[in-house]
């Protein structure tokens, strides 16, 4: 069945005045900034000019050759094709789709601008964010979802106790400072994580932007805790809000949602459903399913009711310790922990052995209630 490339080679000679911006177009814009950047795109300055400096501007003729945009034709041809070692965003389907999209009449003339990329392992925070200006004169701002850094699935976890993380407020202030810069109407964007970002960002950004926002896509990405639905900044933007999730969803079950899924067909199985390129194109559209499948409503029941019985001191402490001991093994990626996966299962096992008896006792009663979810999710499955 056709996916995200299919479209390319089928819609790709229409820019979006031509056929409109469309869910496949999200998911495609959102998945770009996977890739890294870096001396490429613009980069975003949060610092406003002094009054003497656009005094001074006025009488001054700009003779600087910084770009103000890149086009994605022209910022694809600029990379250097190599695996970011920091934050291990680029794989090879990225570059292969990256260069369809250089080349296509529909994305290919796009800029590219404000470009974010921040990395902080004393925060635990991982983001990054980018602007693309269309043809149509309208903005997609699109958010980076999980790299496979401990770090930044650290952050995801840490969205089960913590009002807000880093990840969001940076969101936030990214959104502010754009939507100042440039005056046009929004799509805001992300998969995974950054799909939270999108929907986070758009909540408490001021009404007067807020009105200029045509729609607010998650893609597979995790909710919120269930007191941040009850607000009224989630009421007031709740219809403009987009959840795409395959049909087999796990990372878009995480925490809580209020809208209505659009649930669509992947062509992988579990986990690796949260991969764009499983997901099912037909036109200008996904191939769309009546609702999600019983493993992903399993694992939806038993992840809620587990977090539902842990109090939040409870899940800060399991996060925490969880992390400590796969910190034991000193590797900074999962992909690095695969590369010598034994070597890292006996350091980690070690420093379980290690743990004193009080941090033994919190990852076991953890663990026992995720057990004990999971047979109540079954249970309640054949009733």
């Known amino acids: 069945m056709a996916n995200i490339e299919d479209y390319i080679l089928w819609r790709g000679d229409l820019n979006v005045v031509q056929a409109p911006f469309n869910n496949v177009d999200n998911l495609i814009l959102s998945n770009l900034v996977y890739l890294t950047f870096k001396n490429i795109v613009p980069e975003l ?11 001074t501007g006025l009488f001054t003729q700009d003779n600087s050759s910084e770009k103000k945009y890149i086009t994605i034709h022209d910022a694809v041809a600029d990379m250097n094709i190599q695996t970011d070692e920091n934050h291990h965003v680029k794989i ?9 999209l250089a080349n296509s009449k529909r994305f290919g003339n796009m800029k590219l601008m404000y470009y974010v990329d921040k990395y902080d392992e004393n925060i635990e925070t991982q983001f990054a964010a980018i602007t693309i200006i269309m043809e149509d004169n309208t903005a997609y701002i699109a958010y980076r979802g999980t790299d496979t850094s401990l770090v930044g699935w650290k952050e995801d976890f840490n969205m089960s106790f913590m009002d807000k993380v880093p990840a969001q407020v940076e969101a936030l202030k990214y959104l502010e400072t754009v939507s100042s810069l440039i005056n046009m109407p929004l799509h805001i964007g992300g998969h995974s994580k950054g799909g939270n970002l999108a929907v986070y960002s758009s909540l408490y950004i001021d009404k007067s932007v807020q009105d200029r926002i045509i729609k607010v896509y998650n893609n597979d990405g995790p909710g919120f805790k269930s007191s941040r639905l009850k607000t009224k900044e989630y009421n007031a933007m709740q219809d403009k809000i987009d959840t795409i999730v395959p049909q087999t969803s796990i990372i878009g079950m995480l925490l809580e949602h209020e809208e209505e899924y659009i649930v669509i067909k992947s ?19 996904f191939v769309k399913m009546e609702g ?25 402490q399991f ?15 999962f992909s690095e922990m695969a590369e010598n996966i034994f070597a890292n299962a006996v350091k980690i096992g070690k420093k379980i052995n290690q743990l004193d008896d009080k941090s033994k006792e919190i990852l076991s009663t953890a663990f026992s209630m995720l057990i004990k979810s999971a047979k109540n999710a079954i249970v309640a499955g054949f009733k």
């Open 45 to 55: 300055s949060y610092t406003k000019p002094s009054i003497s400096n656009k005094f």
């Open 92 to 100: 090879s389907k990225d570059i292969e789709m990256a260069v369809k």
């Open 267 to 285: 062509n992988e199985t579990l986990i690796m459903q949260h991969d764009p390129y499983s997901w099912e194109v037909l036109g200008p559209d």
């Open 292 to 316: 999600t499948t019983s493993s992903s409503q399993l694992i939806d029941t038993t992840l809620r009711q587990w977090l539902n019985d842990m109090t939040i001191e409870q899940r800060e």
């Open 319 to 333: 996060i925490d310790l969880l992390w400590e001991v796969i910190g034991a093994s000193k590797a900074k990626s």
